[in-house]
């Protein structure tokens, strides 16, 4: 209980987003990387909108990457659990979110505790609101890749956050179906399209890329442009390393393409860039980009590269063809699209794709003409009327004490 207070002392006085609302409800929002707040922002908005009082934390699992996409989408955070310390495993991260959240949740005692993903930050969320008999709503629920080493630690994450949560908010048909082959409840679970269209289409409406990223599109306009984002853990190694060197070879032997790389902090994928891709002709390497760089990048490239999973999402809702450099991937709508290709991991796959893509573009020219599997931009709003139609708002009447104070 000591070691409970100490945490608490840190935390900030919190600012009560949406209070002054008559609603009666309180939603307690928990994200702690970039695509999580990415993807919760458009929630968010739309909860302050409908009059919900909110309570916004983050466990700052990715400080550094999370603190500029907080301001660029107006988020101002309630509470920063502040929990990220060097070399930290899923375990720790797991462990000082559950015990720093439990104190917020004894002060706020939210109606509803709403999650994205299956990140570490939303299991330790979803686990602290089960504990102590707090619904969960789950955003992006549903998601299976069928191997639970695969994406690791994201897979067994969602599937233990399904079996906590009480409202399932699934962006596809196809994530429906997983959750029900699972036993979860016809009536709790809700096919709402995916929240990081609805982020998307509300950059490219609102803001501009950068001078820095807007003179890069200039310097490589004659150029197919190749965007390259890795950095998963069963990517590490000699994975990481064969895959670089490939598209390496790839821009070095054919001379009007380009490799644009932002690179991740992690110093796994830091090491393997400089050591494979430093001091080459037509590879850009770049710190890691705000979202308006990034998207600005997507929409002008040529072919994606990435063994993301938000990238499966946005390469689609941009008309874009993206190479997953993964073995499985729990987004097969986006390759049954065929607006993506799985790589698996064998280098030499890579390879072969790349070339044929570069000798018979068919497929990349085809992508635009593709409908977006995951959606229609209006998910966050279906997700707030759920949450209206559940959460109706409470009359708040003033009771008069007759008791004499003293």
Avoid at 18 to 23: D, E, I, L, P, V
Avoid at 120 to 133: C, H, I, Q, S
Wanted: aromatic residues 6%; glycine residues 4%; positive net charge.
């Amino acid at each position: 209980m000591e070691l409970l207070e100490e945490i608490i002392t840190v935390l900030p006085k919190p600012t009560k987003n949406g209070a002054g609302n008559n609603r009666g409800q309180k939603v307690l929002i928990l994200f702690g990387t970039r695509p999580e707040v990415i993807k919760l922002s458009p929630v968010i908005h739309q909860l302050k909108k409908r009059k919900f009082e909110i309570v916004i934390v983050s466990s700052s699992q990715h400080k550094d990457l999370l603190d500029p996409f907080l301001d660029l989408l107006k988020i101002k955070t309630d509470y920063d659990l502040e929990i990220m310390t060097d070399n930290q495993t899923p375990n720790e991260i797991c462990a000082r979110v559950m015990l720093s959240l439990d104190k917020v949740l004894h002060i706020e005692k939210p109606n509803l505790i709403l999650v994205q993903g299956d990140t570490t930050t939303a299991l330790a969320g979803a686990l602290a609101g089960f504990n102590r008999k707090i619904q969960v709503g789950h955003v992006e629920a549903g998601l299976r890749s069928g191997n639970l080493h695969s994406p690791f630690p994201e897979e067994f994450n969602r599937r233990l956050i399904s079996q906590m949560a009480t409202y399932h908010f699934a962006a596809t048909e196809r994530n429906r179906h997983s959750l029900l082959a699972e036993g979860v409840s016809m009536q709790n679970i809700h096919v709402t399209g995916n929240t990081v269209v609805d982020a998307l289409n509300y950059i490219l409406k609102n803001f501009s890329p950068s001078d820095e990223i807007e003179n890069l599109i200039a310097k490589t306009s004659r150029l197919k442009r190749i965007l390259l984002t890795t950095h998963r853990r069963e990517s590490f190694g000699a994975k990481i390393r064969n895959n670089l060197k490939v598209l390496a070879e790839f821009v070095e032997k054919h001379q009007d393409v380009c490799l644009i790389f932002p690179v991740h902090l992690n110093p796994n994928v830091r090491r393997a860039t400089r050591d494979i891709l430093a001091n080459r002709q037509r590879v850009f390497l770049l710190d890691p980009l705000n979202y308006i760089d990034f998207v600005s990048l997507m929409k002008e490239s040529w072919l994606i590269v990435s063994d993301s999973g938000g990238v499966q999402e946005e390469a689609p809702s941009l008309g874009k063809p993206l190479l997953i450099l993964r073995e499985n991937t729990e987004r097969p709508e986006a390759v049954r699209a065929m607006v993506a290709k799985l790589v698996g991991g064998n280098p030499e796959i890579l390879r072969r794709m790349l070339e044929e893509n570069y000798s018979l573009p068919t497929w990349i020219k085809s992508v635009k003409q593709v409908e977006n599997p995951f959606g229609d931009g209006k998910a966050a709003k279906r997700i707030v009327r759920i949450l209206e139609k559940e959460f109706p708002a409470k009359i708040v009447k003033k009771v008069v004490s007759s008791k004499l104070e003293i």
